[in-house]
């Protein structure tokens, strides 16, 4: 991924965790800790939990914090499944998959859909991921993927079909929106879905809502 894209997403993503005011946050497939590193060295967090399967990942995210100003409260990383998360990380204020879910082998979306929405069940749900329709702007051929580690890249409608359904059988509501540019036909590099429990955002029994900005 070109470098403005990459930035482009990790603010994206922390203005969605400023919107929130979330303090207690988890950062799901945190990998080597582009985000987690810019998300430590700020204050208002009092909680930072990261996980991801690749031990090695975490080695060296925990030496980029280890010569990082860190100024979060309680810092924690460990190597697990986003499919089977820990169950005491259950009730965070924010739970982010930046750029992971396409890294899932797609026999186990239902089950992440489950231990996302149902078992971790945060407040806040945060999550991008390439949209396969801007690939060939970028010179990613049709037969392709961006990256050859990735399971899948859906398109808009289908990204779209599958974060509906998941908001709509847990009780959040679900808003999209654009990062990386905004091409008039192929909508933009990365799509972002941001989910919302139904009691932050309901005034009264309506149902759950989904809906694009």
Known sequence: MTSWLHEERLQAVEAALRDCGARRVLDLGCGEGDL????????????????????ASLARLRDRLAHADVRAGHIDLRIASMVQPPPDLRGFDCALLVETI???????????????????????????????????????PADRMRRSDHRFEWTRAEFQA????????AGYR?????????HPDLGAASQMAVFDL??????????TKSGTK
């Open 198 to 207: 139904a009691h932050a955002w309901q005034d009264g029994n309506e149902g």
């Open 162 to 169: 599958w974060c509906g359904h998941a908001a709509q059988g």
């Open 36 to 55: 987690f590193v810019r998300l430590a060295r700020q204050e208002r967090f009092d909680t930072l939990i990261g996980i991801d399967i690749c031990a």
């Open 102 to 140: 396409e890294h899932t082998d797609p026999a186990h979306l239902s089950r992440l859909k489950r231990a996302l929405f149902h078992e971790l069940r945060p407040e806040r749900v945060v999550i991008t991921t390439p949209n396969a329709e801007f690939n060939t702007l970028l010179g990613v």
């Open 174 to 182: 679900v808003m999209f929106s654009d990062v990386g540019g905004a």
